[in-house]
T-cell receptor, first 110, second 110 residues
Framework: DAGVIQSPRHEVTEMGQEVTLRCKPISGHDYLFWYRQTMMRGLELLIYFNNNVPIDDSGMPEDRFSAKMPNASFSTLKIQPSEPRDSAVYFC????????FGPGTRLTVL | KQEVTQIPAALSVPEGENLVLNCSFTDSAIYNLQWFRQDPGKGLTSLLLIQSSQREQTSGRLNASLDKSSGRSTLYIAASQPGDSATYLCATNTGNQFYFGTGTSLTVIP
């Protein structure tokens, strides 16, 4: 298995633009997690899915953030409109007891 | 809400030294605790997972212990090597709620 795949690896955008981050989990994993990592706040859980259903989105910072998982092999995290304070590395992970992390998407909002 | 603390934030040791990284947490009602390694610009890699019923887990030169009653876990690294240089994070699972510490940045000097 290729592991958890995230795209793009780097994204630079201007304030107000829509940003879509993508994730392909490891095949067979029922759980998918979205995290955000910053120097100030460390690693924060944003939302997670079980069998494509959102279970807990209490970590999603604002209504500007939304996440979907239309099928077992694909998930998106969307920010609309983006703001400079959204700049961070966004990780996707799959699995449960042992989570397997993707390489992350480094987002910079100018 | 679970709070996970890792001290020290940074550690520098000469090659060959044995070392201990510390992790403390406020809510002892955890399902398991996991130690991760993060290399610069990369995602997290799981090192060891300790279930709540276990006291320790070992993998090669790594040994992780868990004391739920006192809310503490340690990661012991034997005979450290320059390749061990990375940030080490611990995370607790309190029933599909995952909380990460801010990590200890380890530098092993050749």
């Amino acid at each position: 298995d290729a592991g958890v795949i995230q795209s793009p690896r780097h994204e630079v955008t201007e304030m107000g633009q829509e940003v879509t981050l993508r994730c392909k989990p490891i095949s067979g994993h029922d759980y998918l997690f979205w995290y955000r990592q910053t120097m100030m706040r460390g690693l924060e859980l944003l939302i997670y899915f079980n069998n494509n259903v959102p279970i807990d989105d209490s970590g999603m910072p604002e209504d500007r953030f939304s996440a979907k998982m239309p099928n077992a092999s694909f998930s998106t995290l969307k920010i609309q409109p983006s703001e400079p304070r959204d700049s961070a590395v966004y990780f996707c992970a799959s699995g449960l007891n042992t989570q397997y992390f993707g390489p992350g998407t480094r987002l910079t909002v100018l | 809400k679970q709070e996970v603390t890792q001290i020290p934030a940074a550690l520098s040791v000469p090659e060959g030294e044995n070392l201990v990284l510390n992790c403390s947490f406020t809510d002892s009602a955890i399902y398991n605790l996991q130690w991760f390694r993060q290399d610069p610009g990369k995602g997290l890699t799981s090192l060891l997972l300790i279930q709540s019923s276990q006291r320790e887990q070992t993998s090669g030169r790594l040994n992780a212990s868990l004391d739920k009653s006192s809310g503490r876990s340690t990661l012991y690294i034997a005979a450290s090597q320059p390749g061990d240089s990375a940030t080490y994070l611990c995370a607790t699972n309190t029933g599909n709620q995952f909380y990460f510490g801010t990590g200890t940045s380890l530098t092993v000097i050749p």
